[in-house]
């Protein structure tokens, strides 16, 4: 079945800096989420790419749909000690509905 | 309410029960998703309801798992004979209809702790 590679696992950083974080897939997605999990919540979505080559911004927030439609990559610049919480990449293939998810990324920011 | 509510939040079961995981999705909403998130682990799928169609059981990892919706409203996700491998947080999402560009919400979770 599809997989996901999400990279990295987890990352400790200063308030104010930028954080990047990627995903890779072994079969190509026609669409890429990206979700943000806060402890005893479900997972919300904080953007959606629908085609390759996409760069989509949502605030501090950048995700990119990479051109070969194998990867996808999400940026947080100045971050803020609100953004700890788990982030996991999601993709689908063709019309399918169900969701590929990546282990997600463990972001805590240090104020 | 106005969005996709669980219950319980919590449950602790002892190996050999059975379980029963309620999903109220959001009014309206067509499609219901279950999903298991187990410890530092991505989301699994494991259901999905769309309409009155035959739903989608292809991620239910044994016969000892099954789920039940009634129309487009509530559903229930039941575990029989629970194994310990089955701690872990089951969330139910809701969408408009079953096109991938709608997206998903989810509800808090159910932790369930098998003893």
Not at chain 1, 21 to 37: E, G
Not at chain 1, 56 to 76: C, E, V, W
Not at chain 2, 19 to 37: F, K, M, N
Not at chain 2, 74 to 97: F, G, H, N, P
Request: proline share 4%; hydrophobic share 30%; charged share 20%.
């Amino acid at each position: 079945g599809q997989q996901l590679n999400q990279s990295p696992q987890s990352m400790f950083i200063q308030e104010g800096e930028d954080v990047s974080m990627n995903c890779t897939s072994s079969s190509i997605f026609n669409t890429w989420l990206w979700y943000k999990q806060d402890p005893g919540e479900g997972p919300v979505l904080l953007i959606a790419l629908y085609k390759a080559g996409e760069l989509t911004s949502n605030g501090r927030l950048t995700a990119q749909f990479g051109i070969t439609r194998k990867d996808s990559f999400l940026n947080i610049s100045a971050s803020i000690p609100s953004d700890v919480g788990i982030y996991f990449c999601a993709g689908s293939g063709g019309s399918n509905y169900k969701l590929t998810f990546g282990k997600g990324t463990l972001l805590t920011v240090n104020p | 309410g106005a969005g996709v509510s669980q219950s319980p939040s919590n449950k602790v079961t002892e190996k050999g029960k059975d379980v029963e995981l309620r999903c109220d999705p959001i009014s309206g909403h067509t499609a219901l998703y279950w999903y298991r998130q187990r410890l530092g682990q991505g989301l699994e799928f494991l259901i999905y309801f769309q309409g009155n169609s035959a739903p989608d059981k292809s991620g239910l990892p044994s016969d000892r798992f099954s789920a039940e919706r009634t129309g487009e409203s509530v559903s229930t996700l039941t575990i029989q004979r629970t194994q310990q491998e089955d701690s872990a947080v089951y969330l139910c999402a809701s969408t408009m209809t079953r096109r991938t560009s709608d997206t998903q919400y989810f509800g808090p979770g159910t932790r369930l702790t098998v003893l």
